[in-house]
């Protein structure tokens, strides 16, 4: 599975943005999904994940109720809609594929990467 992550930006504080990782592959549709997050000088970090149903989501508590995760398998692609955008949301995002099909916020479970798009938020 290759991913392709797309849609980061210059955003003011308050903003929104709409990430889009699109995969390739078949399977797509059993992958469990999941963004996560870079910052300069910290560790990567779990945003949110998605089962390959879409029937269940899972946030970290930092973006609850800002951000919303989506899939849509005919299209193979797995969507981040973010809202409110905060300073601290700024970094590098992630999407990532797990062959179990859930949604996940551990790191380790994931087998597929894509190469991270910008999100700058200024205040």
């Known amino acids: 599975v290759q991913l392709q992550a797309s849609g980061g930006g210059l955003v003011q504080a308050g903003g929104s943005l709409r990430l889009s990782c699109a995969a390739s592959g078949r399977t797509f549709s059993s992958y469990g999904m999941g963004w996560f997050r870079q910052a300069p000088g910290k560790e990567r970090e779990f945003v949110a994940a998605?089962?390959?149903?879409?029937?269940?989501?899972y946030y970290a508590d930092s973006v609850k109720g800002r951000f919303t995760i989506s899939r849509d398998n005919a299209k193979n692609t797995v969507y981040l809609q973010m809202n409110s955008l905060k300073p601290e949301d700024t970094a590098v995002y992630y999407c990532a594929a797990n062959h179990e099909g859930d949604g996940s916020s551990w790191y380790a479970l994931y087998d597929y990467w894509g190469q991270g798009t910008q999100v700058t938020v200024s205040s």
């Open positions: 998605i089962n390959w149903s879409g029937g269940s989501t």
